[in-house]
């Protein structure tokens, strides 16, 4: 008992170190929550408002790992509101490596079946409900992605349009693989392109989230070139310095 006690004191010590997490939920999100299938936590909704509100240009945002698209509706909801016109630019490979098991019971869908529905459940939901700030999306890896665009090439996004990819960009939201390694080189390959007083957002980096993004956090506080904005409890950086 004495055991469980000291256990239980230093779980709520842990608990009550943690920040207080700012949820600016309003019944526009709650209802887009209803019918946009994603993994968003409630905090990540004061980062994207602040960073889309302190916006220093018009150089476009871009999204590593669009999913269902619930994050890019989010962001395009706070442009409308700030009345900004950044464009949105998107990348995911949709291949969430979905394999069939007894689990499932009498689920019949393939991999591949299962794959392409969550993109045209991305390109459904951000027909609806981006249609005043609409994305250009792209069926890329990050790292083919970052390329393109680095290079300043040409690419047909998920809606048949052909954009012109490069420059600087304002925003970087990142929300892919969310290992040690490939947060880092995400890292690497925005900080190129991030314009100075740009912002970078990491999703599931919290202290306790248990993925190695979460690790990176630590390097980047250290990095003079960025001040960190919030933890809410996910990571928002400003870049102060090029």
Known sequence: MKMFYKLATKIRSVILSFPPRIDIT???IKRLLL?????MHEGNLYCFRYA?????????????????????????????QAKRGN?????????????????????????????????????????LFSKPHFP????????????LWSKKRT??????????????????YIDAEHTYRQTKKHFENADKLLEKGGFIFFDDSAI??????????????????????????????QKIKQ
């Open 208 to 237: 306790y989230s248990g993925f190695g993004s979460a690790n990176l956090m630590a390097e980047i506080l250290k990095n003079k070139k960025y001040k960190l904005i919030i933890n809410n409890p996910n990571y928002l950086f």
């Open 35 to 39: 019918v946009n299938p994603g993994m």
């Open 155 to 172: 690419a047909k996004d998920v809606f048949g349009k052909n954009v012109r990819l490069g420059g600087k960009i304002s925003f970087c």
């Open 87 to 127: 464009k949105i630019f998107s990348c995911d490979s949709w291949n969430y490596g979905f394999k069939k098991s007894k689990s499932f019971g009498t689920f019949s869908a393939s991999e591949s079946e299962f794959d392409k529905f969550v993109e045209e459940c991305y390109i459904r939901n951000v027909s």
């Open 136 to 147: 250009h999306a792209f069926k890329l890896l990050s790292d083919d992605f970052f390329d």
């Open 26 to 28: 309003d019944n526009y």
């Open 52 to 80: 889309i509100q302190h916006l220093k240009s018009t150089k476009p945002i871009m999204e590593i790992g669009g999913f269902c698209g619930l994050s890019t509706n989010v962001m395009s909801y706070y442009l409308h």
